[in-house]
């Protein structure tokens, strides 16, 4: 396999398959590469720039240039090429969405704790959506702030209104679901908004080859609602499953007159445990260079591309992660 020279990221077995896009993403999210150093990311970039202009290969060949490859999409943009800022990149996502879902799960009842864990979680998804979005072209600060301040309002509204009811009405397990339930009403509502833009004036349109035809609305949004599902999937194993393992311990003798400190020390590792496999899961749910016919398309735009090439009949959009 050779390292494809179009935007977006490609892993070596290929992307055709869910499996290999896990094991692409596995490598491509690994927490490991957050230390990586400024001068090994950029000589990473600099194999990869030179095996796409030239074709020349590093020492130790292909799997000197894969593990370059791997390095460079774990901290660079797939379209603006810029290198993203550390917490924003999926690689980041386990060390960062362990402490904060661990922070979360242990302190979810009271209304100043649901706040300030919600607000600390939308800080974090912000900056991510943000470092992740599709497209090259800035994004307005007044966007930003928008999407921050109402997923922060839907994920503490839907987490104290949740708490209310089940507090009198559910057994004490499904109290310990409301920090899940309220993170994915903030995840419908923050990425669309982080990623509005897009909604406006469309993501970018290539063929094959990475040639751009125009820009799609109609792609972005089968983009926005691909990631937006997929975030979902990435916190549900960790936020799901680990209430039911702490309703468990909790019964053990060690675990008797914990405090809330140790729960969320326990609850953290659980949750990273999760993510370990969860984050990759997420992101190998659907190939980020999505696929659509020409049909599907605006009619302006699909008139466009018949008339620049009446062959082609699917194109294709980064999906970002």
Known sequence: AVV???????????????????????????????????????????IVQAYKADGVLPRGGQDALWDAKYLYDSAF??????????????SCQVPGGMIITGILLAFYKSPLEIFLGQWLNQSFNAL????????????????????????TSAATGTAIGFNKIVATRAPPLIGRFVPFTAVAAANAVNIPLMRSQELREGVVITDLEGNKLGTSQIAAKKAISTVTFSRICIAAPGMLMTPVIMQHLEKQKFMKGAGKLKSCGIQTLLVGLFLLGAVPMGCALFPQRQSVTVDELEEELAAKIRERNRTLTTVYYNKGL
């Open 77 to 90: 943009h797939p379209e603006t090429g810029e290198k993203q800022n550390l917490i924003g990149r999926m």
């Open 128 to 151: 991510v959506n943000f470092t992740n979005r599709s497209g090259d072209k800035p994004l307005p600060k007044c966007i930003i702030v928008a999407a921050y301040i109402t997923a």
């Open 4 to 46: 494809s020279t179009q935007s977006g990221h490609y892993g070596r077995g290929g992307t055709e398959t869910f499996l290999s896009r896990y094991r692409h993403f596995f490598h491509l999210t690994d927490p490991l590469n957050c230390f990586k150093s400024s001068g090994q990311l950029d000589s990473a970039k600099q």
